[in-house]
């Protein structure tokens, strides 16, 4: 079987790299041709574990090649980012395009996924597109929606291993979609319909985004209360049927800060807990922030001169390069620009350079910092000395003292 996967990011390179792995010819499509030439010489261009091993075997037997153009093949893949507009309306425009480029590729008996995540009702959409400008071709492709459901920094482990809900335009497509995973996933495959599939995706991370939301909103009212958050939970915890999860300095990713949107932008009257979840989140980032500039200020006015402040991660979660919709991204920005006449070093231990921030080492960040601030929990932040009688500010709960806010 050949797979031409359409989108070399986060979620369409591992997976490709995997199901070339396991047997199948790959076509792996990219518009970005640095990405398709690193690809091609076994260079991974994101941080994943153990996954570059992985790309240059694939590369060097054969079994996955990169390239701008897609290529004729049985199964279609499409992984490309599905961001919102200003108005936080779900832009399926990549989708579009994405699937527009195949048209003319799909043949009778050929296979087409979707695993962007999507608004509910994309499959069809893209069915109904398909059709109307190649009729013949109706009731001859098998067409279904099959979400991802891995965490960066062990997408190797969960591909093969976790569940996954397929859901396909019939029963038909939904046995051809899961013949296809049960090639390279160990883990159980659920059969639904596309509509369920699309809105399961949805569901899981909206879910998610509420939960860390009520943990969120603790944090503030804790920190108003004089209460440590961090053990009010950790005790609140030992309750057999409770279980919240810890706070942090907002939500980013490209899932559980993206997903609800696409719940919220269709259903706006039904969706208020999902909405006030998404603004609680977004808020705690503002809050953080303010937290931040009010540190500087108290520092300036009590020392008599400007501190220097150590912004201390910007990926949006531990332990990996993705800065994709980041809150500790959006704070350091905020900060630098609300105080300009403090020295503020960033600090990102898994990314060489930004577009935006000079990075300094995180080592001499630190050291070097009158005010640190945590704001993503990396590993190598819990080997640093003990900061003294310095000003820390942890948003991730990387130190768990009291009176850290």
Known sequence: MKACFMGLGYIGLPTAIIAAGHGIRVCGVDVNEQIVERTNRGELHIEEPGLESLLRRVVLDGSLKATTVPEVSDAYFIVVPTPFNSDHNPDISYVETATRTLIPLLKAGDLFVIESTSPVGTTERMSQLIYAERPELKGQLYMAYCPERVLPGRVIEELVNNDRVIGGMDEASTAKAMDFYRRFVQGELHATDARTAEMCKLTENSSRDVQIAFANELSMICEKAGIDVWELIALANRHPRVNILQPGCGVGGHCIAVDPYFIISEFPQESQLIASARRINNYKAVWCAERVE??????????GRQPAVAMMGLAFKPDIDDLRSSPASFITSKVIQSCSEARIMVAEPHISEHQV??????????????????????????????????TVLDFCGLTRKKNRF
Do not use: E, M, N, W
Not at 294 to 303: D, E, G
Not at 357 to 381: E, M, Q, W
């Open 294 to 303: 009010r540190a500087i200020l108290q520092f300036s006015v009590s020392q």
């Open 357 to 390: 921030f000079k990075l300094t080492d995180y080592r001499t960040a630190y050291d070097t910092a009158d005010i640190v601030v945590f704001l993503t929990a990396h590993s190598c932040f819990r080997d640093l000395p003990d900061p003294g009688g310095r």
